[in-house]
């Protein structure tokens, strides 16, 4: 029972992981690329540490906490890097899909 | 059950690893470096569990939080200096 759990967060996890790198490599442009490894790839480290976990409490005695660290650390992470590196790239107006909104002029749209 | 999927895992994390090696490579710009950068040092830390649970050994997550905490501080440094041609002002 154990055995098939832990099985199916490892695929997941390993799925999600190849697929945040999938779209790292395929979009088109950096805005778009920017999601698939921001959201895919923690979901798939996050499947691979809860195996983890489960792992190591089943075989051991004791609740196996080292990986909860690791998980949080990266939960909290990921969102500042890609909010980093988004303002980055708009800084250096990185060229984007969708029209860019226009600036700001004096005179108020209609 | 376990000593099937974990080579899958293997795979399925390695080519990860190439695609992302691959936007490294290719990259039209900076911040497409450097996000390929971050991808790398997370499918690093997915690659350590999976060598934790096949060895049955948990000397590996001292190594990935490590790399978590040093991979942040990395990121972050790369796009501070971006913003502002500076790290430390």
Partial sequence: MIDILLSLLIL???IFTFIGSLGLARLRDFYTRLHGPTKATTL???CLLIASA???SVREEGVSLH???VTLFLFIT???SAHLLAKAALHLRVKSLAPTPAPDTDTPAD | MLSTVIPIAYALVSLAFLLSFWRLLRGPDAPDRILALDTLYVNTIALLVLLGIHLG???????ALLIAMMGFVGTVALCKYLLRGD???
Avoid: K, N, Q
């Fill in chain 2, 87 to 89: 790290i430390i002002e």
């Fill in chain 2, 57 to 63: 050994s948990a000397i590996y997550f001292e190594a």
């Fill in chain 1, 54 to 56: 489960v792992y190591f």
């Fill in chain 1, 44 to 46: 798939g480290v996050g």
């Fill in chain 1, 78 to 80: 990921a969102p500042v």
């Fill in chain 1, 12 to 14: 997941t996890g390993a």
């Fill in chain 1, 67 to 69: 990986e909860v660290l």
